[in-house]
């Protein structure tokens, strides 16, 4: 579905990515770890069209969008929650929604997609008239999967998602993660926590300083020394 051929970038003198080729196929679950400053924040910008690659091409479903502009690679079925989460604060939890759904042309089946997204979090639904800014961190991660839900995706990127919540709401959002898998959409997942990372996907790249280092089945990246010495502890 996605493939990543020799990805480079630069800022400024600093190149970020050195090179950087993986694939991820229809209907799994991948995830990308490493330290922080690797470079999985800067190839998820890069997929999305945030960034420009030096050098490089990345494919989806076989048709080259290495430099489409972020709302085509939206229209062509790709969402990106990205690292903070970067909901609207100032405006409420609905109209965070619908942005997620501008594309959409289709509105009845819209009407039954949002009450898919408040089934998996129905703190949403309670919440529907409330600002988003003054909601909990975990409230504001179900938002914004919930708003990238909502533009169909056929690949979800998720950029620490993870980041400062509580134990509690952490599970909830790797739980959804793994019902987002079962609906039949994809999933790249860049997580600092390594363990839940790897049990949430199937397979697993590592990446150093811009450079994938080795990649496997996650199961057996848990058991990889590599991985347990740098990663796991």
Known sequence: MLKINNVAVQYGNVQALKGVSLEVKQGEAVTLIGSNGAGK??????ISGLIRPKAGSILFEGEEITNSNPDKIVSRGIAHVPEGRRIF????????????????????????????????????????????????GGEQQMLALSRALLSKPKLIILDEPSLGLAPVMVDIVFDVI????????????????????????ERAYVIETGEIKFSGISSSLLKDERVIEAYLG
């Open 89 to 136: 604060t100032n405006m409420t939890v609905m109209e965070n929604l619908r942005i997620g759904a501008y594309l959409r042309k289709d509105k009845e089946q819209l009407k039954a997609d949002y009450e898919e997204v408040f089934s998996l979090f129905p703190i949403l639904k309670e919440r529907v008239n409330q600002m988003a800014g003054t909601l909990s």
């Open 41 to 46: 924040s800067t190839l998820l910008k890069t």
């Open 178 to 201: 793994k019902k987002v898998q079962k609906l039949g959409i994809t999933v790249l997942l860049v997580e600092q926590n390594a363990h839940l990372a790897l049990e949430a996907s």
